[in-house]
C-alpha cells in the first residue's frame, strides 16, 4: 500500500510563501503523474497543479505564476512551493499520484492565509 505523507501547511500572512512537502513510500518516478489539490470548507475538491512522468507541469489559472510543482525523485517527494499566497487559498491541500493502475490520496496539509 502507497502511502503519501503531506507536510508543510500553516498560518501565514497574504504575499507570504509556503512549500509543500509530500513524501511517498513508494519512489515517485514510478507514478504516471503526481499532483496537488486542495479542498475548501464548503467547497468540491479542486485540482490545483500536476506533473508527469516526463516532467511536464500543467497549473489551475488560480495557481499559475505564484505555485510551483516540482518532484525529487531521489528523495521520493512531490513539491509545491506557493508563493504570493492570498486568502482565498486558504484551503486543506492534498497529494495525489497515480498509477495505470491505482491511485492514491495523502491526508491533507492545512493552509492558511490571513488577510
Known amino acids: 500500500q502507497v502511502q503519501l505523507v503531506e507536510s508543510g501547511g500553516g498560518l501565514v500572512q497574504a504575499g507570504g510563501s509556503l512549500r509543500l512537502s509530500c513524501a511517498s513510500s513508494?519512489?515517485?518516478?514510478?507514478?504516471?503523474?503526481m499532483a496537488w489539490h486542495r479542498q475548501a470548507p464548503g467547497d468540491q475538491r479542486e485540482w490545483v497543479a500536476s506533473?508527469?512522468?516526463?516532467?511536464?507541469?500543467n497549473y489551475a489559472d488560480s495557481a499559475k505564476g505564484r505555485f510551483t510543482i516540482s518532484r525529487v525523485n531521489d528523495k521520493n517527494t512531490l513539491y509545491l512551493q506557493m508563493n504570493s499566497l492570498k486568502p482565498e487559498d486558504t484551503a486543506v491541500y492534498y497529494c495525489f499520484a497515480n498509477t495505470y493502475q491505482s491511485s492514491y490520496w495523502g491526508q491533507g496539509t492545512q493552509v492558511t492565509v490571513s488577510s
Open positions: 513508494r519512489s515517485t518516478f514510478s507514478f504516471r503523474s
Open positions: 506533473i508527469i512522468s516526463d516532467g511536464t507541469t
